[in-house]
Nanobody
């Protein structure tokens, strides 16, 4: 089994910055795509950013130029980050980490989710 644990959420004023972290742990054989999603109250969950094993990234149009996703593939870390700059009130949401993980002894990759971390941006 594997687990994802997020950290780094909080409250910030518009224009400020936050850095989210998501650490994967457990009996992990490999981690493929890693993504950040967010869900605002009354809205559907949306993908914010993704990063492949090789470092290719993809962003939602609403965060391009403001957010940066990165990852540390060292087995001791297995961590994905989301650097969020120039935050806006509309970025307020619960942010979730997601990863495609193959566990040791497993045959397939499965989707794993973190528990979510709240980000609140005030105007």
């Amino acid at each position: 089994q594997a687990q994802l644990v997020e950290s780094g959420g909080g409250s910030v004023q518009a224009g400020g910055s936050l850095r989210l972290s998501c650490a994967a742990s457990g009996s992990i054989f490999s981690i493929n795509l890693m993504r950040w999603y967010r869900q605002a109250p009354g809205k559907q969950r949306e993908m914010v950013a993704s990063i492949s094993t090789g470092g290719s990234t993809n962003y939602a149009d609403s965060v391009k130029g403001r957010f940066t996703i990165s990852r540390d593939n060292a087995k001791a870390k297995n961590t994905v980050y989301l650097q969020m700059n120039s935050l806006k009130p509309e970025d307020t949401a619960v942010y979730y980490c997601n990863a495609l993980i193959e566990v040791v002894g497993g045959l397939y990759e499965y989707d794993y989710w973190g528990q979510g971390t709240q980000v609140t941006v005030s105007s």
